[in-house]
């Protein structure tokens, strides 16, 4: 926006986000597209209080389309407010199925990583002999006293006491 009698401000070069992107930016943005305007003080005021804590690309894209669709030369913060929601709620609803798909995709790939982890470890359990998975049974039934005492066999325990067997078959391997 332009104050009256005063230029309009010139392009903002700055590393400053809030210069880039904040009241200024958008002041250069609504003086650019209707130059002839020549806001008031208490204008200024309003547009601020109302567009300064918006999104700053919604907002160009919402000043962009009240400038292609209408005609006039004093922009009206009620054209700039509505396009500003509309743009808003158009973006909302792509986002929302974006984030949607990207939930069930992750909780798909995490599915998948426990079953290759079980199938991984019930690979490990079966190539032990058979003295190998008792003593490796009964060293984690020592240092994990959580660990049910019941079963003997890599059939009959649970899958956690056959993940703290890996976990002891990896330990042993690094050390």
């Not at 919402?62 to 009620?78: C, F, Q």
């Not at 899958?159 to 078959?169: C, E, R, S």
Request: charged share 35%; aromatic share 10%; with cysteine.
């Amino acid at each position: 926006m332009k104050q009256t009698n005063h230029n309009p401000p010139e392009l903002i070069q700055s590393d400053n986000p809030k210069e880039l992107f904040g009241w200024p930016r958008v002041c250069e943005l609504i003086s650019q597209r209707w130059p002839k305007w020549e806001p008031t003080t208490q204008d200024l005021r309003d547009w601020r209080h109302l567009l300064g804590p918006l999104t700053f690309d919604w907002l160009d894209e919402a000043l962009l389309r009240v400038r292609t669709k209408y005609a006039s030369d004093i922009p009206k913060l009620k054209w700039v407010m509505d396009s500003y929601y509309r743009v808003r709620d158009e973006q909302r609803e792509v986002s929302i199925p974006n984030l949607e798909q990207e939930k069930v995709d992750a909780e798909l790939d995490l599915k998948r990583e426990i079953i290759n982890d079980r199938k991984e470890c019930d690979r490990m359990i079966g190539e032990l002999s058979e003295p190998e998975f008792n003593r490796l049974l009964e060293e984690a039934r020592r240092e994990f006293t959580f660990l049910p005492r019941d079963g003997s066999t890599p059939e009959s325990v649970g899958q956690v006491t056959k993940y703290a067997i890996k976990f002891l078959l990896e330990r042993n391997a690094m050390t």
